[in-house]
């Protein structure tokens, strides 16, 4: 089954406690991207990828990291959490040549950052 | 930069019954595609219907519909039949044709349907 699988679905941490949002496509997805969202706010992407080795920031970057070293990957890092990182989090996916602007997105991960 | 807008955070609808959403964007790019969005409460983001600009034809999903208007930069979606399982948060969300891949999403309109 296509697929993007994200984990944790459901996390609650502390201030300052590293963590990691895995992301993972089973499509061969050239592109992958992060969302957070926020009530009244939609869905902003936070960075992307447009293939393996090449992220760039999206509109809302700071305070997260990314890294792309397999296709199928792109875990979401947040080297110290913050409460304004509180939010749920979206990974998608799609195809680069001849796409037709789809996104394929993940479950969701709703993460409390206390 | 791109912006997508949905004025009506909330709408409700009898069962059976008829419902627009409406959306409006801002761009100055003349290649570009269209979504709606549907999140239902297991969060999950499925795509309802796509439109491509370069199409002067409403596109259609059974009981979906927009109705796409280039020049007034409007894009809203016609729920025909109103269904229990519709009630959902919408979204509509706008990208361009381009390399960047960039979905940029309205606000949203919950859209709850009543029995």
């Known amino acids: 089954e296509a697929q993007v699988t994200q984990n944790p679905r459901y996390l609650i941490t502390v201030t300052g406690k590293k963590l990691t949002v895995t992301c993972s496509q089973n499509?061969?997805?050239?592109?992958m991207s992060w969302y957070r969202q926020d009530p009244g706010l939609g869905l902003r992407q936070i960075y992307y990828?447009?293939?393996?080795?090449?992220?760039d920031k999206g509109d809302v970057p700071e305070g997260y990291k990314v890294s792309r070293k397999e296709k199928r990957n792109f875990p979401l890092i947040l080297e110290s959490p913050s409460p304004n990182q509180t939010s749920l989090y979206f990974c998608?996916?799609?195809?680069?040549?001849?796409?037709?602007?789809?996104?394929?997105f993940g479950e969701g991960s709703r993460l409390t950052v206390l | 930069a791109q912006t997508v807008t949905q004025s009506q955070p909330e709408m409700s609808v009898q069962e059976a019954e008829t419902v627009t959403l409406s959306c409006t964007y801002d761009?100055?790019?003349?290649?570009?595609?269209l979504f709606w969005y549907k999140q239902p409460p297991s969060r999950q983001m499925i795509l309802v219907i796509r439109?491509?600009?370069?199409?002067?034809q409403n596109a259609t999903e059974n009981r979906f519909s927009v109705n796409f208007q280039k020049a007034a930069k409007s894009f809203s979606l016609k729920i025909s039949d109103s269904q229990l399982g519709d009630a959902a948060m919408y979204f509509c969300?706008?990208?361009?044709?381009?390399?960047?891949?960039?979905?940029?999403f309205g606000s949203g309109t919950q859209l709850t349907v009543l029995p």
């Open positions: 998608a996916s799609g195809i680069n040549r001849g796409h037709t602007g789809e996104l394929f």
């Open positions: 761009t100055s790019e003349s290649d570009y595609y």
């Open positions: 990828s447009m293939n393996v080795e090449v992220t």
């Open positions: 499509m061969n997805h050239e592109y």
């Open positions: 439109q491509e600009a370069y199409k002067q």
């Open positions: 969300a706008f990208t361009s044709s381009g390399s960047a891949r960039q979905l940029t």
